[in-house]
């Protein structure tokens, strides 16, 4: 399985952001997706999580109520929709995969895709 994250930029504090995760190969349909975020010098930050199936979804308390995680498994995509933006929400994002159920912790998902910096001026 091979990820791509997309959509990354520069926004004004408020504004809103999609982030795109496609994905290639076998069993997408059965993979966990997780978002999760860096800065430099930091560790890396979960920020939400979707089952295969789209049916549970998880976020980090720094985002619940303001990114929303989707997927659309006929087209091997996972969304993270990002409104109302913070500084503090700059990093570069990264999505991954996991065959299983969906975790906040990096360290179960097998498969990353390559990030996109997401720019949050104030």
């Known amino acids: 399985v091979q990820l791509q994250a997309s959509g990354g930029g520069l926004v004004q504090a408020g504004g809103s952001l999609r982030l795109s995760c496609a994905a290639s190969g076998r069993s997408f349909s059965m993979l966990a997706v997780g978002w999760f975020r860096q800065d430099p010098g930091k560790e890396r930050e979960f920020v939400a999580s979707i089952s295969w199936s789209g049916g549970s979804t998880n976020y980090a308390d720094s985002v619940k109520g303001r990114f929303a995680i989707s997927r659309d498994n006929a087209k091997n995509m996972v969304y993270l929709q990002m409104n109302s933006l913070k500084p503090e929400d700059t990093a570069v994002y990264y999505c991954?995969?996991?065959?299983?159920?969906?975790?906040?912790?990096?360290?179960?998902?097998?498969?990353w895709g390559s990030g996109t910096l997401v720019t949050v001026s104030s």
């Open positions: 991954a995969g996991r065959y299983g159920g969906s975790s906040p912790d990096y360290s179960d998902y097998r498969y």
